[in-house]
């Protein structure tokens, strides 16, 4: 190992011995402290309390059955989008993958106001019929799976997606040949060959779900989940009942990914080297079909686009009119004027947009140093292949476990006394929530980079030092101009994420450090529903532009 | 007194073993091969010239002067990668212009410079073209003019024809050859393809599983391979399984044949004469086998049969069965020559061949 290398090695150890293995090894070691004994009691306590036991199956249940609907919405879309052409396709696909970029605070906000029981939709239908009541409520293990399924389909729909244009279209037709008919194909050729891809989507989905805290805290009723949980144990100020739930979710969180990932591993394809046949979708030929498929799309485009524009429209509404009617009946600037005008709001703009970009910013200089080390190039590896796996494991522990249990372990560890020479204070001081960010969000840059750098032929470094280039100048003049692309765009992507992070800020934020998502939970919670939505509009339209930009680099790497 | 000195170097992959104990030396203006089998080390050792690889063991001298653990970017070496490894992201200009700006050179000398190594591979005026934009020939040549830029010290070729369609690879071959010739450089040029490596290098040193077979002219090596392996790598070789007879003597070896049973004649010195009771492997070009069909009985006639006629354009292969011992021979003309045809196969005494290691 080189000089370089150690230096490198020794910052990328630093952050992960600050920032992932000491709290999290410091939570466990609080959740098994009593009275200065080392005991199990406090899971002994905990686990016997039925209403942790009931958070925990709901928690569990609530992640089964969003991966379960989500597969069922998801992947037929994809296979009707991916393999079929007729008119509306294109609208649907352009939205289909919306919900992803909406912040989750703010797509619960939005559901509240389109499909809650005073909501436009619940209020219409009873205006319409005069009925007496608003004919449902959003509430509950409907109201959960309703939302969860529009916020996470897009995992399986893309991933199914970009799985069949995988796949090499002769395969199919070599089935056909052979005799199989459309369903022996999907089933014993497509369906194989995309279950990495399912597998992949039913994790992603899996994890969000049991992340998810928004929606059970704003409209999931007496569905009480863990994160929720953890949420108001530590609310009440009971510290060991908050740690120890948090160490469970913990454990279930990388048991999940754990049982995925040994699922994947044991259902790998090659990918085809061969030259496939390039595969066009098929046209709908048949009258019936093509109406319908196209009827589908725009259901689904409206299903998709109707809770930003609800926030959209409830952002112009002027307060105190849109009470009992369906609709708002006075519109205005005020909620915007007031969102950027007081200076209390502009703070909170201000304090999400620095925190986020610190977090972003240091995310990407860090992926560096990690990814150097990470990536196998021409002249050997600075480590062998067991010291990369763990590396790599440690870097992605912050992002497979829930924001509430990062949050948790950086507040317990960092709240006061520790053991750990050189840490600081962080709790009740701006920077808790930047580094809360990073933690989250940098294994997106990393994996970015990792990618970009893995698509770059090693030769072209050994072409840059054969020439005579330094280290340094093949840095700077051949590997950053040829990665910054696809770093630049991870690097949005985290920073578009913990702009409307709310999990954990809500945990840890301090009056110092108000981030959008605590503006916008206290405007809803003093019924300030226009002021709300002007800021979930702001924080769509920052993601929105952030997000442009991130997919035109995308197409320059490409 | 060589250029280049590679001393005994080793190189492993885990627990394969790539490169064993290799020695070579390269002289100045020399254009050297390095020929072998896929898998054979030959691109490890270039590697290892080129400071991209370091070896395990051995050491490595230029100029009398150990550069065994010297970066690949204080050599000075040119070298020309077998994908070309151009820069996408910058244009032919600052691709040909790449080291030099490396070494800082003052701008009218880096214009001038890059003028002309892109008018020595005739590809003038291609300097705001992006690398993308260009012909796989094109690029090939920017990848050429990328590396003689820097006025190498040595330039190192990675197979650099093999990603060519044949008719470009011939063509550029020779432009390749006559370029390095004209700029008094050293090459070290690595290549399975024997055909290239005989058209194009003064010497070649023939590498199979890691190590260093022979090394020698072209000629020598196509008409004298030393070993069994090489012979079959150089391919299209009669290997005749025999063993040598007591009435050898001094520059006069007597074999018999295992199958067949035939006596052979051929010259070898006594020093390289194997042990009696051993086979050896004797090696014949086709085209070197002769055919009669009037009877001839001089030194190393064999009878035979024609079992086979198979016309491939130019030449055709005759098969022939001389009681049990099967010998290829290729011919002009087939004219005359019929399936069944008893013969004559002659084995001319000055073009057998005695492989030294028999080990392979």
């Known amino acids: 190992m080189n000089k370089r290398s150690a230096v490198l090695l020794v910052i990328t150890l630093l952050v992960l011995l600050y920032g992932v293995i000491y709290p999290n090894l410091f939570l466990v070691n609080l959740s098994l402290q009593r009275d200065g004994v080392l005991t199990l009691a406090n899971y002994r306590e905990v686990l016997s309390q039925s209403i942790v036991l009931e958070a925990i199956l709901n928690s569990v249940g609530l992640s089964v059955f969003t991966v379960l609907l989500c597969a069922i919405i998801g992947v037929p879309l994809a296979f009707l989008f991916e393999r079929f052409d007729f008119p509306g396709r294109r609208i649907f696909a352009a939205l289909a993958a919306l919900p992803l970029v909406l912040p989750p605070l703010v797509g619960t906000v939005a559901f509240i106001f389109l499909y809650g029981e005073t909501g436009i939709l619940a209020h219409g239908i009873q205006k319409l019929f005069g009925f007496e009541r608003p004919p449902w409520s959003l509430q509950g293990w409907a109201a959960l799976l309703f939302f969860h399924t529009y916020t996470m389909y897009p995992f399986f729909y893309v991933l199914t997606g970009a799985g069949l244009r995988r796949i090499d279209a002769s395969l199919a037709e070599a089935a056909r040949s052979l005799g199989a008919s459309r369903t022996v194909v999907l089933r014993r050729v497509l369906l194989p060959q995309l279950t990495p891809s399912l597998i992949a989507a039913a994790l992603l989905t899996f994890m969000t779900s049991m992340a998810s805290f928004s929606a059970p805290l704003l409209f999931g009723g007496n569905v009480r989940v863990l994160t929720l949980e953890i949420f108001t144990a530590r609310q009440r100020g009971d510290a060991v009942m908050a740690v120890t739930e948090t160490v469970v979710l913990a454990i279930i969180s990388l048991g999940a990914l754990i049982f995925f990932q040994r699922y994947e591993g044991t259902r790998k394809f090659a990918a085809a080297t061969m030259k496939g046949a390039p595969r066009r979708r098929a046209a709908i030929a048949s009258g019936k079909t093509r109406v319908l498929a196209t009827i589908l799309a725009i259901v689904f485009a409206l299903l998709l686009v109707l809770p930003v524009a609800t926030l959209v429209l409830v952002s112009f509404a002027r307060e105190g009119s849109w009470t009992t009617e369906t609709l708002p009946s006075a519109y205005t600037f005020a909620n915007y004027l007031r969102v950027f005008s007081e200076p209390l709001a502009v703070e909170v703009f201000v304090n999400s947009l620095s925190m986020s970009a610190i977090a972003a910013v240091a995310a990407l200089l860090w992926s560096f140093c990690v990814v150097t080390l990470l990536v196998r190039r021409g002249r050997g590896t600075v480590f062998d292949e067991s010291w990369r796996r763990l590396l790599s494991l440690l870097v992605l522990v912050p992002w497979a476990l829930p924001g509430t249990v990062v949050a948790v372990s950086v507040a317990e560890a960092y709240s006061g006394l520790s053991s750990l020479p050189g840490s600081l204070m962080l709790v009740g001081t701006f920077w808790i929530l930047p580094v809360v960010y990073f933690l989250r969000f940098m294994p997106l840059v990393v994996r970015a980079l990792q990618a970009s750098m893995e698509q770059l032929d090693p030769a072209l470094d050994e072409a840059a030092g054969s020439l005579g280039a330094r280290a340094w100048q093949r840095f700077t003049r051949v590997t950053l101009p040829l990665v910054w692309p696809g770093a630049v765009a991870g690097t949005l992507l985290a920073f578009v994420i913990a702009l409307g992070e709310y999990v954990a800020s809500v945990l840890v934020f301090v009056p110092a450090n108000r981030p959008i998502s605590i503006a916008i939970a206290s405007e809803l919670r003093d019924f300030n529903l226009g002021a709300a939505a002007a800021y979930g509009v702001v924080l769509i339209l920052i993601i929105s532009i952030s997000m442009v930009i991130a997919g035109k680099l995308e197409k320059i790497r490409g | ?360």
């Open chain 2, 1 to 360: 007194m060589p250029l280049l000195s590679l001393k005994n170097i080793s190189r492993s992959f885990g627990s394969t073993r790539a490169v064993a104990a290799v020695s070579l030396d390269v002289e100045q203006g020399e254009f050297f091969g390095l020929l072998g089998p896929s898998g054979c080390g030959k691109t490890t050792t270039l590697r290892m010239i080129a400071g991209l690889e370091k070896p395990d063991s051995g050491t490595i001298q230029f100029q009398n002067t150990d550069i065994t653990n010297l970066p690949a970017e204080k050599r000075g070496f040119g070298m020309v990668f077998q994908n070309y490894a151009l820069f996408p992201h910058l244009n032919v200009f600052e691709n040909v212009a790449f080291g030099l700006r490396a070494r800082h050179a003052a701008k009218a000398e880096l214009s001038e410079r890059v003028a002309s190594a892109l008018e020595l591979v005739q590809l003038p005026g291609y300097d705001k073209r992006a690398v993308d934009e260009l012909s796989g020939g094109q690029q090939q040549r920017v990848a050429i003019a990328r590396a003689i830029a820097i006025q190498p010290a040595l330039l190192l070729f990675d197979e650099p024809l093999s990603n060519l369609d044949v008719s470009l690879r011939e063509e550029t071959r020779s432009e390749l050859r006559e370029l390095v010739t004209r700029l008094g450089l050293t090459a070290v040029y690595v290549t399975h393809d024997q055909e290239e490596a005989y058209a194009l290098c003064d010497r070649i040193s023939v590498m199979v599983a890691g190590r260093l077979m022979q090394t020698g002219e072209p000629r020598e090596l196509y008409d004298h391979p030393s070993d069994i392996a090489v012979a079959r790598f150089l391919g299209r070789n009669n290997l005749i399984k025999a063993m040598r007879l007591s009435s050898s003597n001094t520059d006069d070896g007597e074999f018999k044949t295992l199958e067949g049973g035939h006596k052979l004649h051929l010259p070898v010195t006594h020093a390289i004469l194997s042990p009696m009771d051993q086979p050896v492997f004797l090696a014949i070009r086709p085209e070197h086998v002769q055919i009669h069909t009037n009877g001839d009985s001089g030194t190393n006639s064999l009878r035979g049969n024609i079992r086979e006629i198979v016309f491939a354009g130019a030449t055709s292969t005759v098969r022939v069965d001389a009681a049990g011992l099967v010998l290829e021979a290729l011919v002009l003309q087939p004219d005359g020559l019929t399936v069944n045809q008893e013969c004559t196969v002659v084995l001319p005494h000055d073009r057998l061949t005695l492989l030294q290691n028999q080990s392979g």
